[in-house]
């Protein structure tokens, strides 16, 4: 007798599936190819020198490294969450101690999210399209999508009202640049969201993951900072996930969840169950890097990131045949294109690949309902201008051969 593997996995595996920028970029990995496609930090700007510095702080410490090698607490290294607080309280959001927790990686919030709110069934209000991770987060709690169209300005409000009327758990958006289409939600648009779901008695989860990559336009409070403002300092309806992933680098898996504290410590206990607590050497490094250098890097960031931003809109521009649109964000890592009704993202990338040595992620895979083929992610941040003025140039002019 052998194992029938299928069998024995629970009906919620069903809801999972290899998430399609990752099986691509296993093909592209070739010097030749251009590609927009992964939504990932460059290398070049991560502050190495500083880790290094702080890594070695650890094992050269008089006490030695013996507590940053050790278990830790779950809800996270006390000095990291108090940083966490002040950074918070800079940015308008009374955050208490028990009212953030450590993740190992914002990634893992989203997870904790979805355990903790959705049962089988359950709806769950996402924005059209949304980032691809959360859907692939909640998915194996077995949610119904509610997709909300967005507009320039965000979530379009008539579609938020019929969403919530339908009762949903929550409501997950990504206000800064959001990945994929690099729109930000306006501050009307925040407070209208926040006063919606607050009388609907539904919650609000802020993906905060790009919001420090802001290259022009004024800034934007976050929606925790204008919850806690309504509600006398702290956030009531809000739950805010955090990331030094995209401010300081991914590898060392250090995000936290903050909010209502019976939400954050409902997600302690998970914690405890997933992986007892976020790396304690990691946050150790991470606490005495961002005490360091935050500002200072993430201005760093802001200027190489707005440049490359620039190529890609300028070379947009330039090239871009007749029909085809795109989003002109404002910070973050994104472009969002729109080809004509009817074109097909998937056999345009094919195409791409083969024929242009380019690569972008197709749109649908952002959209619960699987909608937008004829959307397309364009990621600025991994090449220099030139390359990115070259590759937008090549698939321009794969478009403009009526590709699609
Ligand atoms: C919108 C958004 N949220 C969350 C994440 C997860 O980031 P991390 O787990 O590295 O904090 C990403 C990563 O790309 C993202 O784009």
Redesign the pocket.
């Known amino acids: 007798m052998t194992v029938e593997w299928e069998k024995l996995f629970a009906g919620r595996v069903g809801g999972m599936s290899a998430s399609e920028i990752r099986e691509l970029l296993k093909l592209i990995a070739k010097p030749e190819i251009i590609s927009f496609a992964g939504?990932?930090p460059d290398p070049d700007l991560f502050p190495a020198p500083a880790l290094s510095r702080a890594y070695q702080k650890v094992f050269e410490s008089n006490s030695g490294p013996g507590d940053a090698l050790q278990y830790t607490i779950s809800e996270g290294y006390t000095p990291l969450r108090e940083w966490i607080c002040a950074y918070m309280e800079s940015k308008g959001a009374r955050i208490a101690m028990d009212e953030v927790l450590v993740?190992?990686?914002?990634?893992?919030?989203?997870d904790f999210l979805g355990k903790l709110f959705i049962g089988p069934g359950d709806l769950v209000a996402v924005t059209k399209p949304t980032?691809?991770?959360?859907l692939q987060a909640f998915s194996p709690y077995e949610p119904t999508y509610v997709s909300i169209a967005m507009d320039d300005q965000g979530p379009v409000l008539d579609e938020v009202d019929t969403a919530l009327a339908r009762k949903p758990k929550f409501l997950y958006l990504?206000p800064d640049f959001?990945?994929?289409n690099g729109i930000t939600v306006s501050l009307d648009r925040r407070i209208a969201i926040i006063e919606r779901c607050a009388a609907a008695g539904v919650a609000v989860i802020e993906?905060?993951?790009?919001a420090e990559l802001r290259y022009d336009g004024d800034s934007i409070p976050s929606m925790v900072a204008l919850d806690a403002e309504r509600n006398g300092g702290s956030p009531a309806t809000v739950i805010h996930?955090?990331?030094?992933?995209?401010t300081m680098v991914?590898a060392l898996?250090?995000?936290w969840v903050c909010g209502a504290k019976d939400a954050v410590q409902r997600m302690v206990l998970m914690k405890q169950a997933a992986d007892l607590h976020t790396s304690t050497i990691n946050q150790v490094v991470m606490h005495d890097v961002v005490s360091e250098i935050f500002q200072g890097h993430v201005r760093r960031l802001r200027d190489a990131y707005k440049q490359r931003r620039d190529a890609m809109l300028t070379a947009l521009a330039d090239f871009a045949p007749p029909g085809v649109t795109w989003t002109k964000p404002e910070g973050g890592?994104f472009v969002w294109v729109e080809l004509p009704e009817g074109s097909d993202g998937v056999a345009l990338l094919e195409r791409a690949i083969k024929e242009a040595n380019v690569a972008f992620v197709p749109g649908a895979a952002f959209y619960a309902d699987r909608s937008g083929k004829n959307t397309l992610r364009l990621a600025f941040s991994v090449n220099k201008p030139e390359r990115i003025r070259e590759g937008i140039r090549r698939l321009c002019g794969l478009l403009g051969q009526g590709a699609v």
């Open positions: 939504g990932i993740t190992s990686g914002s990634q893992q919030a989203l980032y691809l991770g959360a990504v959001q990945n994929p993906d905060a993951a790009y996930c955090g990331s030094f992933s995209k991914p898996r250090v995000g890592m």
